[in-house]
């Protein structure tokens, strides 16, 4: 497909390397933060497993796959511990919500931040020959270098990245790239084409107002056929998320003990963590395919769900989805999706607490890591897919 990219979801990347544990083979960074909040104001809560902290206060630690949510007066900033290799502070706007992620080791340490809604703002002064920063969003990959950027994400699902120092490298899957940095921004659109856009010398930030101002008015005027598309792929999602949650609910048992294990501190040898790994990986392979795909659409559902109930999307589409019954049902099962979305995240965290740092990946439990991203690139390639259709 011309102009797509290797990766339609924003992953931003901010991961710390992780550092084994000796012979006992855990990785210890999986367990610990990858920085702290050093400034919050306004709506935001964090979300670790489990447990929600509804309020985030300053020198809160951030951890692999925590979700910060902002509200529409909220914003937090965030430091990345030097352990990840990267000097860098990550500032979340209002109305944002992505989830950290962390793998590897003290060789190779691959840092990133998938972005779902919103606008998140990086600054990095620095980063470390041995750790890799990227940006996963909805569209793209993004290589980053020593920048300070913006990527922000529209509601039919348009992406703009401005640079306001540096370079931001954005890879097509045919192997192109298009960069941002001052002067060009990239954009990408609803149906995952790109293209450079010139920016004013000196004003990135009035350029993004009037860009995202310019997308909610072109979404406005088509709010009900974006509403009925997204509907109808969460309804097909929605079924096979489930289906692979109970999957993984299967080895309920065995989670409840990493949890345990993780909170008293305990380390079981490595003959019996090869054992538990092997029995929940195809369950955890599972749920990772799909939720890589559902989240993206749920969370887009979500801000859609705003707009409708401001009035934009009610009128009819011919062959469409009721938009009405359909978020009512959206607000039944909202509670217990998020609650099943977040179990999963902590099932990866605590597989790679067992796996030195890394997450179950394509193809098997001991796969290497240039292996583990291609199957990342097929997850990304069935998104495009599923994709094609919205518009």
Known sequence: ????????????????????AGAAGFAAA????????????????LVRGEQRYPEIDFGKRVRNFDLIRTGSDGLVEV???????????????????????????????KSSLELFTGTVAL???????????????????????????????APAGELLVTCSTGRVACRFEDGRLLSA???????????????????????????????????????????????????????????????????????????????REEAQGERPGRIERMQEKKKIIGSLLEIRKVNFLFERVYYRVLELKSYYEQGYGR???????????????LERERGD???????VRMAMRLYARRNGGRFPLSGGVFLPEEEGEAGDREDSKEFFREEEEFF
């Not at 990959?141 to 994400?153: A, E, L, N």
Request: aromatic content about 8%.
């Open 1 to 20: 497909m011309n102009g797509t990219l290797t990766c339609r979801t924003v992953f931003f990347l901010l991961m710390m390397g992780v550092m084994l």
């Open 30 to 45: 999986a367990e610990e933060a990858l920085g702290e909040v050093v400034y919050v104001e306004g709506g935001a809560t």
């Open 79 to 109: 430091s990345l511990d030097p352990s990840t290799g990267l000097e860098s502070v990550i500032t979340v706007a209002p109305d944002t919500e992505f989830v950290f992620e962390m793998q590897g080791n003290e060789s190779r340490r």
């Open 123 to 153: 600054n990095v002064q620095r980063l470390a020959g041995t750790a890799d920063l990227e940006i996963r969003s909805a569209h793209t990959i993004m290589g980053v270098r020593g920048t300070s950027f913006d990527v922000s994400t």
């Open 181 to 259: 940095e001052p002067g060009n921004a990239v954009e990408a659109s609803g149906d995952g084409t790109f293209r450079t856009i010139p920016v004013a010398a000196g004003d990135p930030a009035a350029f993004r107002r009037d860009w995202l101002a310019e997308k909610i008015r072109a979404f406005q005027a088509n709010a009900g056929q974006a509403v009925s598309s997204y509907a109808k792929r969460y309804n097909r999602l929605v079924g096979q998320f489930n289906r692979a949650y109970q999957g993984l609910q299967e080895h309920a048992e065995l989670l409840d003990k990493w949890i």
């Open 315 to 329: 009128e009819p589409v011919p062959g469409g989805v009721d938009a009405e019954v359909f978020f009512r049902k």
């Open 337 to 343: 999706l998020e609650r099943k979305m977040n179990r």
